[in-house]
Structure formats: structure tokens, C-alpha cells
């Protein structure tokens, strides 16, 4: 940046040659600064690789320290869950879950809660069947997860979409309705 700063001194004050030479390490300027964001983008998504790994590795040897013990899903009432250890560290549900969000947890633990007729068992059995040569697209679809970082809550959710509008008075909606006719304008 520096020596941008002095060249340009030598161009522009001192006249020592024509300012249009300047675009030249203005341009490597902005090309070092892409490839370094690309270089740490790289990075960030290589850490993310490994994270994915390393939580396959730690479910192989039933040691999932970061899933979820799926608390939350227990049911002491319910027929086996307790006796078959389905919710809680260590259990089930832990060392099968690779959800990342709160609609996958829940998806999941209704699954374990509840049987399956046959036929949706061997749909299901089909279905994994079709995916397990594909370990690029379950990598993909992983670090999706992790990229995202989505903690929805789906009754907030659903409660929020099936809200009256907030617009409280005449003044929003003017400048709504301005805002969206500026660009036509």
C-alpha cells in the first residue's frame, strides 16, 4: 500500500511518468485482495471439512461430544424410550443424530418414538441404499449445515407467519408503497 502511495507521488507531484501506469498496481492490489478472501474462504471451509469428519469419527467410536442428547424428546411415560436408552447422553439418538437444525432433531426423534409400518421401512431402506455411494453429496449436504448455522424455532416461526401485519398506522405503508415505485421512477 505504501509503495501504491509513493508511485503515486512519483506520478502525480513529481510528474516521473504518466499516472495511467498506476492501474497497474492498483489492479494487483485488487487481485491480491480477491485471492486472499478466496485463500480464507478456503480455509474457513477446509476447518468445516474437518469438524464434519472428526463428528463422524467421534459417532463411530460413540464418543459424540458436540451432538445433541435430544433431552428435550424424552418421555418418561413413553413404552421404551428409557429402557432402551433412546434420549440422553450417550444414547440413540445422540450418536444417530447429525441434524442441524431443530426440525431435523425433531424429525428424527419422532422416528425414534414411534414404529414404522413395513413398507415406509424399506422405502427408507431403499432411500439410504441410493445415497451411500454418494459421499460427496452427504459431504455437501453436511457442511450446508454448517454453513448455514440455522437455529430456527418453528412454532415462532409459524406463529410469525400467521401474524396480522405490523404496520401500525398510515406513514409505514406510505413509505413502503415509495420505496417500492423509487426504482420504476
Known amino acids: 500500500m505504501f509503495a501504491f502511495l509513493a508511485l503515486a507521488w512519483a506520478s502525480v507531484i513529481s510528474l516521473a511518468f504518466a499516472p495511467l501506469w498506476l492501474l497497474l498496481p492498483l489492479a494487483a492490489l485488487v487481485y491480491l485482495f480477491i485471492a486472499h478472501g478466496r485463500a480464507i474462504l478456503d480455509r474457513e471451509r477446509a476447518d468445516r471439512r474437518v469438524r ?20 428435550r424428546f424424552r418421555d418418561p411415560q413413553h413404552v421404551y424410550a428409557d429402557d432402551l436408552d433412546v434420549f440422553g447422553p450417550g444414547s440413540l439418538f445422540q450418536l444417530l443424530s447429525t441434524a442441524r437444525t431443530p426440525m431435523g432433531e425433531e424429525r428424527l426423534a419422532a422416528w425414534l418414538r414411534a414404529p414404522a409400518d413395513v413398507a415406509t421401512v424399506r422405502d427408507r431402506q431403499r432411500r439410504v441404499a441410493e445415497l451411500r455411494p454418494q459421499l460427496d453429496l452427504r459431504e455437501r449436504a453436511g457442511l450446508l449445515g454448517d454453513e448455514l448455522k440455522l437455529r430456527l424455532e418453528p412454532r415462532r416461526l409459524a406463529a410469525w407467519a400467521q401474524a396480522p401485519p405490523r404496520f401500525l398506522g398510515r406513514l409505514p405503508r406510505v413509505l413502503a408503497a415509495l420505496l417500492a415505485a423509487a426504482p420504476i421512477a
Open 52 to 71: 464434519f469428519y472428526e463428528r463422524g469419527i467421534a459417532r463411530l467410536r460413540a464418543t459424540p461430544a458436540d451432538a445433541p442428547a435430544g433431552e
